[in-house]
């Protein structure tokens, strides 16, 4: 089991910038990849970027391509998501999540993720 805590939200204004960061810790060789998800009021839970642990590949949902960076330090066993020219459709709790080695889905599906942080709050004002 890998335990994931995540930080940096906030309340911004439209235009700007937040960082978010998730430390992991406990089994974390079993990382596969590393996921940033998010999810509004109402609406279901959303992939919105991964990155892979050992390579760094990258997967990016369009909506943020552009806009938004996932990356990894490995030896703070820490990936960020540095968030720039965020809008209000942007607002929602942001969950990082682990999927680890053994899984059968893909980077972009909630499914595949076995590990979860317990969020944190991105609000953009308009």
């Known amino acids: 089991q890998v335990q994931l805590v995540e930080s940096g939200g906030g309340l911004v204004q439209a235009g700007g910038s937040l960082r978010l960061s998730c430390a992991a810790s406990?089994?974390?060789?079993?990382?596969?990849?590393m996921g940033w998800f998010r999810q509004a009021p109402g609406k279901e839970r959303e992939f919105v970027a991964a990155?892979?642990?050992?390579?760094?590949?990258?997967w990016y949902t369009d909506a943020v391509k552009g806009r938004f960076t996932i990356s990894r330090d490995n030896a703070k066993n820490t990936v960020y998501l540095q968030m720039n020219s965020l809008n209000p459709e942007d607002t929602a709790v942001y969950y990082c999540?682990?999927?680890?080695?053994?899984?059968?889905?893909?980077?972009?599906?909630?499914?595949?993720?076995?590990?979860w942080g317990q969020g944190t709050q991105v609000t953009v004002s308009s």
């Open positions: 406990g089994r974390t060789f079993s990382i596969l990849t």
């Open positions: 990155i892979g642990w050992t390579f760094g590949n990258t």
């Open positions: 999540a682990a999927n680890l080695y053994g899984s059968n889905g893909r980077p972009v599906e909630v499914r595949s993720y076995a590990d």
